[in-house]
């Protein structure tokens, strides 16, 4: 289960910002520049066309204006350009009085920047030049290309993936960048830098808190009822029944998917955890977490009340707006949204190690697991991921004192926070620590019902940029 | 001629270098480490075994022992171990209480460290791999295993493209270095940063200042000289006896092949202008340039006099030994010595443009033309640079103010000093002048010999690592 868990719980993010609806909120054009497929070595000369998005209605002082760098995640960049509201509202409020125009850069394999066209995901052979330093060189040709001699100062913006794109681009091209701004950049989810059960006790933790900590332990009793329930006849029909389950249970194992999809859930309901409804591919209420445990509470119930109560509760993830006739634990929802390439990315240099212990954590017991991991990958794509250090030798893990100007802000109600960086190694990386923040909500458009610890954080955003160009 | 000089001056380095007579002068292990071929891609999962050399027998507390890491050259990493003293001086110096070890890793595609054999360098399909970031990565992999969690202390030390990339190292890859010692390192060598006329001015200089301007007047003079004699079966026959030609001159054309020897002496002899004799693949006398100039003196020569000057002072480089029995201008010195490797270098990312203009210094004029450059590296590899600002997108070029730990030195009597970093850019980068240095003297073993500036810029070195050590 966990192995599958980092593939997945970065994806979903593009579904929280998947409004599909507000697509045409903000404007911008669409552009191409040509890219090597592979920037560090010259066995392979193949290019490619890879895509952005460029505003600069904003820029009153054109030739001297700001690049604020949207640092594509693994999804379509238009989703990020419409859902990146905090870049928007820094610009168009004038009392900032940043001159600044925007880019939002695709990250290649993802959206429409396919190296290999409709080839690109056939095997590791076309595949293989999906990874992280090559999405940074792709940045940084970009940038040469858009900003020759680096004369305009860059600002690099990104959430989660591209939060630590962004940090990572700070530290490896500094010269093209003058800043960047990680939300929720979980750059410590590295093998022995963060214990890998932390994910999970925050997510528990979100859990216990939302409504009342009878939600967390039904949760961690359900699984148990639910495996066991999946063994009879009258079990399965039950379940069947009270989740409205598209494909019936016909044999034991059935409950696999299930179980899959009920962990996912968890962690999409916590990231997503806004204080106002926002757009899934389905939607979800404010306070998602506390809707959902408001349904789950009650102690000693029995087997047939949890999964009552569970199934009710899910149906605030699943069918918000009772229009689901049924629900379809094997799609993903996010299933369009790059979780293909995110899959290899986790199998090649990616590697989260994740695991739980049904103590500390509602999870059931799973231990981290490399060889099995890798031999999992092997399966997939025929890779596996080059060792469990890879990252950390490349960007450094934790061991970033010489790095500057980067501030790092995490929500605490993020169950990613675990792993991002809460203290500051020098006194040019900045914390904004988000006390009633989800996943990179700082990002996000204002809104009447953001707290004031989330307004706070955007400030120090916008302050801090103001700061470093005045250094500059 | 010039689009020749970057593939060539640098491998020269290694001839200087190449004393085969002193190779048993320092002891050490040899070891090899398996790293992937393709650091940043997945397309292709091969590995290969990379040498590097160790001694820790100065290591007086080995759990704890700086590692002093030699950032390997295109080159056979035994002739850099066996010629950079100053490290082994370092360590061996008990006065100055450095608990170190030495690593020198071989740079990928030089020495024995072959990624497919024999076969390395059969085409760009091979050969592609060949870079700097690669070697950067295989740098990064050998340090992650032997010094895992980068608990011991790691000082990168290099010499021409080997202190390039000690610089880039520690730009890159800080949580792995503590600092680094990059001498007589080009890093402005490229397109718009260093002016491409610099270097053969600078070579002019020396040849100006050795012993008398007539010096260079007189190399000035002697092109057309050449080329005119070359002309007539009388002064082809004249050129032939002077330089004691292996190959007679049998028409005009055959003159280019004197006039590139020539050209990539005048580096060699700037380079290698050291204060004591040193061996050459040729041995050459203490102060070179000098005993050079001192044979081509005069004002007023006529061309008999210009070409029997000129030889002889040829001799100075070509035969010191009185053993050369005829001067074999197609043979280079350094041909075993990693030139084709360099060549690909030069063709795909490491373009350091060249030029002359006849006036300000003593060269035939030409000019860069990239164009050019680039159609005559298809033709040899199938390859073309990039583009002319590849290696300032990846470094940076001028604009490294945010790098630290960097001690930059260069000495005035090299043509290369013109493109290193002259200036600081801020408090914790170092600049180290040596007016009496020639190309990285000061990575060199200590010589009664050596001028005081010298001395000097070896304690700097000695000095600012303990520095660092310090407030590590």
Redesign the interface.
Known sequence: MFEKLPLLLFSVILAIFGLRGCLAAYSYTTQWINV?V????????DTFKLRYLKNDSFAFEPDSAVILFYAGNEGDIELFAQNTGFMWDAVADHSNRLNAELIFAEHRYYGQSLPYGNKSYNS????????S??ALADF??LL?EINPG?RRPVVAIGGSYGGMLAAWFRM?????VLGAIAASAPVLQFRNITPCGVYNRILTSVFSTAYSNECSDNIRKSWAVLRSQSETDAGRALITRKFHLCANLTKHEDIGDLIDYLNDMYSNLAMANYPYPADFLAPLPAYPVREFCWRLKGKNLNDTQLVESLAEAVSVYSNYTNKVKCLDVKTSTTEALGTRGWD?QSC?EMVMPMCSDGDKDMFEPEQWDFKKYSDDCFKKFG?RP?SE?EM??????Y???????IVFSNGLLDPWSGAGVLRTPNNRIKIVIIPEGAHHIDLRAKNDKDPQSVRAARQIHINTIKEWLSQN
């Open positions: 090597p592979d920037h560090f070595s010259f066995a392979n000369n590791a052979k076309e595949l293989g030049y999906l990874s330093e090559q940084a040709s040469q680096n490896k091209y500094p010269h093209m290899f090649t890779v080059r250090f950390i030798t490349r960007y450094g893990g061991q970033i004192d010489s790095a500057t100007n």
